[in-house]
């Protein structure tokens, strides 16, 4: 009990009473202060700046599953895998040794995340365990990311860099919850060793933030069984490998550093203790990309794309039908194992395009402890390319309408997640509008993307998600409110406009922290709709719908914020040698443009009472970035103007 007290009496500390998890405060920082009470609280209000970093330690972010150290026989390299499983062909491969050009395969040394695990760690000590769980598994389990959390990666093998997330570690994952006829028997004894852990029941009660469980032996698991020819190596059919809670283990990411209160809001609970529920809905959720997922049509029922997505599939229902899809090919390359038609095509493709550019750029010789590319991840990152552009292409369709002077532009979203989902810090999709005359020539262009400087105008829709710090968090840290990239101190969410999946209901996304905040979708909605004006004299319009992996302003940050090591610049400088992250046109679509009269709000070519009732229920109303309901003259606001154009053109026809 002496040393829990202890632990807390330099803590940033919220009370906790027996029981509860509602937090009443914040507890003074400073160790003279602490020891007048070792749980004494100050409300809100009161809490004073203290600065960075926030006191956090190595116990905030454990989390269940299995623990380093305690894995018995090693988790192989790629190396053991591959010399069956590997085939490589830089022009044809469809064997599992495709993973190799994936961002699952780089995902320790991405120049990004590394850039971002510094500022994590800058600002809370201990992030890096939770972050490094995910990106190198391996390393993690084995004990090579040192506590306190080691942001260098001294103590990781080459290979440790080289792999990210391996083939061997994903293989040995283990349901965490067992299912009597359908697990294979050895995973009930691994879990109850787990729940018989001396600190409490280390089981995981949810899938999200790395809380996995790995096999302590060589056994190895994949979605299918087999009689004969038997694998040269033990192994188990596994349904766990067919099922998107496999992915769910690191998909969703929680800040466990905060405590959900009953009022919607997030408040610091650090003790140098794991979260007191572990339950990731009562933490901040940074990413909800599985949740999603579990809450769309895709989970419920399935829904057939047509093969949209690539693969055999026509109907997809989980994660690795889009991303692993599949495909007809060997999966060993020795032995009688037989061609499948469903054998999974390991690409893990994307949206990242901006990681390969990166890899490419930053790694032909060795950063630091960080080694080269090798030819063969040369080139099946370049290989990854078609793969990432593929998915691209398909997850969205724009369609274009026009209503008189106005042009609606209509985004529907294929993905079995948000559009888009995951990392939201400076990733973006966009609505670029083009007017142009009879001649080719541009009129007005809206969403305007300088691709020499990376500016961006604010004169169209973005989607994205906006993540920050509340006015408690302020006083704490003294980082100001708002909007912020700073996501180890982040506790609150500003804007959300993502697109949200087939199947979207309010409720269920609300249930999983992934409720749209500051826009509304209808339940049922997988499309958002944008108006614009058109401009006298336009003939054709193009509209292409860009993504961007990450915004100027996000890598400037990772820049201008990094006070520890030169990640920061080194990844700036590969950003703006690789085009600084060139977006990439999901969609590119043109139209020509019929004449109309203005004022003719409803495209029914004549201005009439149903033009001027438009105006009178909209007026007053400021219209947002892209949006035109009776804003005839498109100066951003409903008012006087638009009704004496109405008037003006009352009775014309085209």
């Known amino acids: 009990m002496e040393n829990g007290l202890n632990r807390r009496r330099s803590a940033w500390v919220v009370g906790v009473g027996v029981g509860s998890t509602v937090l009443l405060g914040l507890a003074a920082w400073t160790q003279a202060e602490a020891t007048e009470s070792a749980l004494s609280v100050d409300p809100p209000s009161s809490v004073r700046a203290r600065g960075l970093p926030v006191p956090t330690g190595d116990g905030d972010f454990e989390q269940k599953g299995t623990q380093p150290n305690t894995v018995t026989d090693p988790v192989f390299t790629f190396t053991n895998c591959v010399s069956c499983h590997g085939v490589f062909d830089a022009q044809t491969a469809l064997l599992p040794g495709r993973w190799l050009g994936s961002t699952h395969s780089h995902a320790a040394r991405d120049p990004i995340f590394l850039a971002a695990v510094t500022i994590a760690e800058q600002d809370a000590p201990g992030a890096g365990q939770l972050c490094f769980r995910c990106h190198a598994p391996r390393a993690w389990l084995e004990g090579r990311v040192t506590t306190p959390s080691d942001t260098n990666g ?82 188990r059919d596994s349904a766990f490998h067919r099922d998107a809670a496999m992915c769910g283990q690191c998909h969703d990411v929680s800040i ?3 405590m959900r209160q009953p009022d919607g809001s997030y408040l610091p609970v650090v003790d140098n203790l794991p979260h007191p529920t572990g339950d990731k809905f009562d933490m901040f959720p940074e990413q909800r990309t599985y949740s999603e997922w579990a809450n769309s049509e895709y989970a419920s029922t399935g829904v057939d794309l047509g093969g949209r997505f690539g693969g055999n599939l026509s109907v997809v229902r989980k994660c690795q039908d889009c991303h692993m899809p599949d495909v007809t090919a060997e999966g060993c390359s020795i032995g009688n194992f037989g061609t499948l038609t469903d054998r999974a095509y390991h690409s893990f493709q994307g949206a990242n395009l901006h990681l390969i550019e990166l890899l490419l750029e930053l790694y032909q010789s060795p950063v630091g402890a960080i080694p080269a590319l090798d030819f063969e991840q040369t080139i099946a990152l370049m290989d990854a390319v078609p793969d ?91 980082l100001p409110v708002g909007p912020s990239f700073h996501l180890a101190l982040n506790n609150k969410i500003y804007f959300d406009n993502r697109i949200p999946p087939m199947g979207f209901t309010n409720a269920g996304f609300e249930a999983v922290q992934a409720e749209p905040v500051g826009y509304t979708y209808a339940d049922g909605q997988h499309w958002d709709d944008t108006r614009f004006c058109i401009p006298q004299g336009t003939a054709d319009v193009r509209v292409r719908l860009y993504y961007q992996t990450t915004s100027k302003e996000y890598i400037e940050f990772l820049r201008d914020a990094n006070v520890t090591d030169s990640r920061g610049l080194d990844l700036y400088n590969a950003w703006d040698a690789v085009g600084r992250a060139t977006p990439f046109a999901m969609d590119d679509v043109s139209s020509a443009i019929n004449a109309f009269v203005p004022g003719d709000t409803t495209g029914e070519g004549t201005v009439d009472l149903s033009d001027l009732s438009v105006v009178l229920f ?37």
């Not at 852990?197 to 999200?208: D, F, K, Q």
């Not at 008189?404 to 990392?423: D, I, M, Q």
């Not at 966009?430 to 691709?451: C, H, K, M, P, T």
Request: aromatic share 10%.
């Open 388 to 478: 990432v552009e593929y998915m691209l292409s398909n997850a969205t369709d724009v369609e274009l309408t026009q209503f008189g002077g106005e042009l609606k532009v209509r985004v529907t979203n294929y993905c079995g997640h948000k559009l888009l989902t995951a990392y939201p810090e400076g990733r973006r999709i966009w609505v670029n509008v083009q007017f142009l005359d009879s001649g080719g020539g541009l009129i007005e262009e809206r969403g305007a993307y300088d691709f020499v400087n990376a500016d961006l105008t604010e004169d169209t829709k973005v989607y994205h998600a906006e993540h920050g710090i509340d006015s408690v968090m302020s006083g704490a840290t003294g």
């Open 154 to 235: 001294a103590d990781f093998f080459a290979s440790d860099w080289n792999e990210g997330v391996g083939c061997h570690f994903c293989h040995r994952t283990v349901d965490p919850v067992y299912q009597p006829g359908v697990s294979p028997p050895d995973d009930q004894a691994i879990l109850d060793a787990l729940a018989m852990a001396p600190g409490g029941s280390l089981v995981p009660t949810s899938p999200g933030n790395a809380q996995y469980v790995v096999d302590p032996l060589d056994i190895r698991r994949g979605p299918r069984a087999y009689a004969a020819p038997s694998p040269p190596h033990a192994w």
């Open 618 to 654: 909209n007026f007053g109303t400021v219209t947002s970035a892209g949006a035109v309901v009776g804003d005839v003259n498109c100066d951003g606001i409903v008012d006087l103007a638009d009704l004496t154009v109405v008037l003006f053109n009352f009775g014309q026809s085209v």
């Open 256 to 258: 466990p550093t905060l």
